[in-house]
């Protein structure tokens, strides 16, 4: 079956750095979009960033643009969220999230998520 394991959360200050790793199994990886989304407690579910299967397109939320860099390594079925200058606002509980797309496309919402992991916490201090 399908797995999704992230890991890489933690408690962090204010202008810390992490690195998220999502590993994939049982997918023919390199066919998925991937996308990082989060939740903080009381709000809903919200995109951060995505990847196109190949990894010629990425996006981001406006709020993480310029912080946030997303990568895949095909190789190793794994999607990573690196994360600089991290804010109070940045914590939440992060999922990686996979949906079969085209060449190119990155898809932000999700409802249209084929599959998710359990998530990690981050929690950035002020």
């Known amino acids: 079956q399908v797995q999704l394991v992230e890991s890489g959360g933690g408690l962090v200050q204010a202008g810390d750095s992490l690195r998220l790793s999502c590993a994939a199994s049982g997918l023919t990886f390199r066919s998925y979009a991937m996308d990082w989304f989060r939740q903080a407690p009381g709000k809903e579910r919200e995109f951060v960033a995505g990847t196109s299967r190949g990894d010629s397109t990425r996006s981001y939320a406006d709020s993480v643009k310029g912080r946030f860099t997303i990568s895949r390594d095909n190789a190793e079925n794994t999607v990573y969220l690196q994360m600089n200058s991290l804010k109070p606002e940045d914590t939440a509980v992060y999922y990686c999230?996979?949906?079969?797309?085209?060449?190119?496309?990155?898809?932000?919402?999700?409802?249209?998520?084929?599959?998710w992991g359990q998530g990690t916490q981050v929690t950035v201090s002020s």
């Open positions: 999230a996979a949906v079969n797309a085209g060449l190119g496309v990155v898809l932000r919402r999700k409802e249209v998520m084929s599959y």
